[in-house]
């Protein structure tokens, strides 16, 4: 996946060119379709969000930045179930009480001929609540998760609790659940997108790493002659 510049920024992941991950992304057809509900501050303040990164890694995707979506055109016409519409079944990824897994047999048999659309909240999970609160026309949806028991591997940022995974990795274990499930794709290949999603953690840390050693030469640079 090519880099396109903009200010010294790539265009397509809107990361600073030293640390793009363009050329790292491997493109992965799951035969889902994945839309990603993104909070502004995930789009245009987050140094460290997955959304894109999961957005461009899958090849039927789609991202949607907002806070409200009850009257948003797009997201309303994409889960209205008309016309071009018609083909999809969308659910929502959210783990609630009254969510399917990807081997619950009542979800195998509702999504039917039809296609698998999962809409994911690509935000803090404080603000994914927001969003969801706000967001009428989503939590009538069908919901679905993930099995519990994977643990976060995002060591660059503090998460509530380990359980709490960012979006690339829900995304990625997702994936593979569906996979088994025979929902996804039989030959999909989705290590690229934890293989993308290391490379940025790997060098977020070896900042992290010398923005300290730097620190310490400020303050102690007798330690340094």
């Not at 274990?173 to 929902?183: D, H, P």
């Not at 923005?211 to 340094?224: S, T, W």
């Amino acid at each position: 996946m090519d880099c396109v510049l903009l200010f010294n920024k790539c265009y397509k992941c809107f990361r600073p060119v030293k640390s793009c991950y363009c050329k790292d992304i491997t493109p992965i057809d799951t035969g889902i379709k994945f839309v990603l509900l993104m909070h502004p501050k995930e789009a245009f303040k987050q140094k460290t969000g997955t959304g894109r990164l999961t957005a461009l890694s899958l090849i039927d995707s789609e991202i949607i930045i907002g806070t409200d979506f009850t009257r948003h055109k797009r997201v309303n016409a994409l889960i209205s179930g008309v016309g071009e519409f018609a083909q999809y079944y969308p659910v929502l990824l959210f783990p609630s009480k009254d969510a399917c897994f990807a081997d619950t047999p009542s979800f195998c048999q509702a999504i039917g001929s039809k296609k698998l659309m999962v809409i994911l909240v690509d935000a803090t999970w404080f603000l994914a609540q927001k969003m969801l609160k706000f967001s009428k026309n989503l939590m009538h949806l069908p919901k679905l998760s993930f099995k519990s028991g994977y643990r976060s591997q995002f060591h660059i940022k503090l998460q509530p609790d380990p359980s709490y995974l960012s979006t690339i990795e829900s995304t990625y274990y997702l994936i593979n659940e569906l996979k088994a499930a025979g929902i996804a794709r039989v030959d999909t290949d989705a290590t690229g997108l934890m293989s993308v999603f290391q490379k940025m953690v790997t060098f977020q840390q070896r900042c992290t790493q010398m923005r300290h050693e730097e620190e310490a030469i400020a303050l102690h640079p007798e330690f340094f002659d």
